[in-house]
């Protein structure tokens, strides 16, 4: 975790992706299980929080996450990502851009769904 932290840190992005999966027993408990990331130069990574040592390590993306010059970029990460990342880490997300809110406003005749704005937009198609 702290080599990914270093990478992203020294890659100085514009941009972070970001997608987080949680574990809900119920509507009142959750928990993060997997942290996936993405940045403008290409790197991807998918962390297993849970692995042992990885947990109290996420943190270390504190800095990046708060930092008002790099856009964090999700789909619908008002529902629970963002809330996660604090939760579970102490991470505020600042300077945010959700691709399912901006499609709801853009009102996309495919809808909202990530698969929908993939295609509205032509990512993800093979030539």
Known sequence: ??????????????????????????????????LQLTTTDGNDYVVDVLSEGVWDEVSGLAPLFADPTIVK???AIGGMDVSSLSRDFGMFVVNSFDTYESARELRLSKGSGLTSVCQHYGLGETH
Request: proline share 5%; charged share 20%.
């Open 73 to 75: 970029i999700g789909h």
């Open 1 to 34: 975790m702290r080599q990914c932290v270093q990478e992203i840190a020294d890659s100085h992005p514009l941009e972070i992706g970001f997608d987080l999966e949680m574990y809900n027993p119920s509507k009142y408990t959750q928990i993060t299980c997997l």
